[in-house]
């Protein structure tokens, strides 16, 4: 492995205690992250203002890049993208320059259950970086809605009346509508 391994230790516990245990997606999430900060030349052992972090699956490895970057959904540096891919993109907010970071897929083990999951994370502990791990310089595009700070923009729902911020509106028919109002909502009322 050619990362520090002091760093590594140290970030590593960090992840683990965030996400309450070791897994292998700690240990990705872990090395992933690391990567994607040690390619914009910024220092993971240090909280980095300018970051901002978009994940691609809602697993450990999100938990290990939260815990590591301090990036959050409520900071607005932290952005889920539900792609179901264990990979996450890097992006210095000053300069625009980012970095995806993929894991390779590869079987690491026969075993299976709790066994399988304590010999994966020894294996990705071990294993080269180039063995498990693609990365690519990339550029993103971050809507002006999408970046940290307050609210640029504050509208509300012509039919359910809520506030929308952000630029999340959505417009069918000249009518404002919050995207619930728009295209269905993930809840259902129940009647009392």
């Known amino acids: ?23 292998a997606g700690i240990v990705l ?48 540096t932290l952005k889920y993208k539900p792609y179901g891919k ?4 890097y992006i210095d907010d000053r300069t625009g320059e980012g970095v995806r970071v993929q894991v390779l897929e590869k079987k690491r083990t026969e075993k299976t259950g709790a066994d399988a999951m304590k010999e994966a994370s020894r294996i990705l502990l071990e294993a080269p970086e180039e063995d498990l791990f693609r990365f690519t310089k990339v550029h993103v595009d971050i809507p002006k ?30 009518e404002v509508l919050c995207a619930n109002c728009a295209q269905g909502s993930y809840y259902s009322g129940i009647d009392s």
Do not use: W
């Open 29 to 76: 999430g872990t090395r992933l992250t690391m990567i994607g900060m040690r390619e914009l030349g910024m220092n993971p052992m240090e909280r980095n203002k300018h970051l901002i972090v978009y994940v691609e699956i809602d697993r450990c490895l999100a938990d290990a890049i939260q815990a590591i970057t301090g990036c959050s959904l409520g900071h607005r």
């Open 86 to 89: 264990f990979a996450a993109t």
């Open 145 to 174: 809605g999408d970046m940290p700070g307050l609210p640029i923009n504050r509208t509300r729902c012509t039919r359910c009346r809520e506030m929308i911020v952000d630029d999340k509106e959505v417009i069918i028919d000249g």
């Open 1 to 23: 492995m050619a990362e520090d391994k002091s760093e590594f230790k140290i970030l590593l516990e960090k992840a683990q205690t965030f996400h309450g245990g070791l897994c």
